[in-house]
T-cell receptor, first 113, second 114 residues
């Protein structure tokens, strides 16, 4: 498949482990954040989002934490599976303003069976 | 329901040429956004179209342009290609404009400029 990024930070985990992927965002005025998953040869896929009035949001096997004080997002994946292997990146945006998203560089997650 | 389709999937062009990429959104989606993805810069926003109007534009030179048709299909054009334009170009569609609508990405067009 196609590589979506070279020299990305890599997180290697064993199947069944919990994974934590981190992202630092740049604009303190951003009020909406999304985590995407991108598998080789495919476009990004929405995983979970969070608004700035929340500090935690849970989905199916995933949890996003937002720390506005230090402008940091994390994505926690519970019981990681080989199918979770992909590049994960965050995006920041403004809900009420112009749509001009900014994306993090991404982290490559490798899950070993 | 069919996903976002992009054509062509792969393209090789020479410096100085121009290229047009096409994106067909999910049926019923009226907003289309375009992105450039490179190993060096990551994913960057190009522009967003809704109802045939460009609503927002990222920080790219005027060589990058786009348009949206009445059936919501969109095209982007890059003129006077440079080596640095080699990238994966992604489009995404959503029901409406702005950040509050979930975007669905296509598989991308891999453009190589030689």
């Amino acid at each position: 498949g196609e590589s979506v990024g070279l020299h990305l930070p890599t997180l290697s985990v064993q199947e069944g482990d919990n994974s934590i992927i981190n992202c630092a965002y740049s604009n303190s005025a951003s009020d909406y954040f999304i985590w995407y998953k991108q598998e080789s040869g495919k476009g990004p896929q929405f995983i979970i989002d969070i608004r700035s009035n929340m500090d935690k949001r849970q989905g199916q096997r995933v949890t996003v934490l937002l720390n506005k004080t230090v402008k940091h997002l994390s994505l926690q994946i519970a019981a990681t599976q080989p199918g979770d292997s992909a590049v994960y990146f965050c995006a920041e945006n403004f809900l009420g303003g112009s749509y001009i998203p900014t994306f993090g560089r991404g982290t490559s997650l490798i899950v070993h069976p | 329901k069919a996903g976002v389709t992009q054509t062509p999937r792969y393209l090789i062009k020479t410096r100085g040429q121009q290229v047009t990429l096409s994106c067909s959104p999910i049926s019923g989606h009226r907003s289309v956004s375009w992105y450039q993805q490179t190993p060096g810069q990551g994913l960057q926003f190009l522009f967003e179209y809704f109802s045939e109007t460009q609503r927002n534009k990222g920080n790219f030179p005027g060589r990058f342009s786009g348009r949206q048709f009445s059936n919501s299909r969109s095209e982007m054009n890059v003129s006077t290609l440079e080596l640095g334009d080699s990238a994966l170009y992604l489009c995404a569609s959503s029901l409406g404009p702005g950040a509050s609508y979930e975007q669905y990405f296509g598989p991308g067009t891999r453009l190589t400029v030689t």
